[in-house]
């Protein structure tokens, strides 16, 4: 499963955190101006109403690979707006700072701001999910791994350090753009470096499952069938990764399965 692209960096924590005070903000003034609403029940409304629709999009991330159909992500949408209005107008009224009669007129204005925001919500995950491929396609045959001068450490600089990360102690590779992110027990490093490389020059204890993977197999604990010609690589610390029906194939021929 690909990493959650607001734990990446803090770069996109911080971008992550703007933005849902710009959400905030937005929906406020729109409250105030088009709401009927008071200053203060309108700040209120907007900051649950939009912490919500942050929580859910966070988690949304994780289901997002598995909702192909659009009437399912559709339902999707309408049920995450239903969920949150319903949680904001209870606080709302636990605090004693709702007025019934003008919340409801509220809803529209509710509802076509979040669909609108779950909307960008979308095309960005599915923006960043693209960027994060590798530009090469996948063969559709098993790749002849050509092993030439194997690698036994990788160097990675991170401002003014350089870091040593032995083979042995890497549990698996990421495409990330043009770069490769690196996990280890430790944490994760970020390597200037394609797929490609580190496809042709690891050794032949590391095998590409997927096009946006590459496991370290030592590292495996077991590997499960996940839909039709789709496949679940688990590790030995409890990290599911994804593998295509050719990344599987490689493993079995590798794992002598």
């Known amino acids: 499963m690909q990493q959650h692209p607001f734990t990446i960096s803090t770069f996109y924590k911080v971008a992550g955190i703007a933005v849902v005070v710009l959400a905030a903000a937005v929906l406020w003034m729109l409250l105030v101006l088009y709401g009927e609403a008071t200053a203060f029940l309108a700040l209120t409304d907007s900051l649950v109403y939009i912490c919500l629709m942050a929580t859910c999009a966070y988690v949304y991330w994780y289901v997002a690979l598995f909702l192909q159909v659009f009437q399912v992500k559709l339902a999707v949408a309408l049920f995450v707006q239903v969920i949150c209005l319903g949680i904001t107008f209870v606080f709302l009224l636990l605090l004693g700072t709702v007025e019934p009669e003008l919340f409801g007129r509220q809803i529209f204005l509710h509802l076509v701001y979040g669909i609108l925001c779950w909307i960008i919500l979308m095309q960005w995950y599915s923006g960043f999910q693209k960027k994060t491929q590798p530009v090469e396609k996948e063969e559709k045959t098993a790749i002849v791994e050509v092993k030439k001068d194997a690698i036994d450490r990788i160097s990675v600089k991170e401002g003014s350090e350089i870091h040593i990360i032995l083979i042995t102690e890497l549990l698996y590779l990421q495409a990330y753009g043009d770069y490769v992110l690196l996990y280890t027990n430790t944490g994760k490093h970020l390597k200037e470096q394609t797929m490609k490389y580190f496809e042709l020059h690891l050794p032949s204890s590391f095998v590409r499952i997927h096009r946006s993977y590459?496991?370290?197999?030592?590292?495996?604990?077991?590997?499960?069938?996940?839909?039709?010609?789709?496949?679940?690589?688990?590790?030995?610390?409890?990290?599911?990764?994804?593998?295509?029906?050719?990344?599987?194939?490689?493993?079995?021929?590798?794992?002598?399965?």
């Open 214 to 257: 590459i496991v370290n197999t030592n590292q495996i604990s077991r590997v499960e069938l996940f839909g039709k010609e789709n496949y679940n690589v688990r590790l030995k610390n409890d990290i599911c990764l994804r593998a295509s029906a050719t990344g599987y194939k490689l493993l079995k021929e590798r794992l002598s399965l």
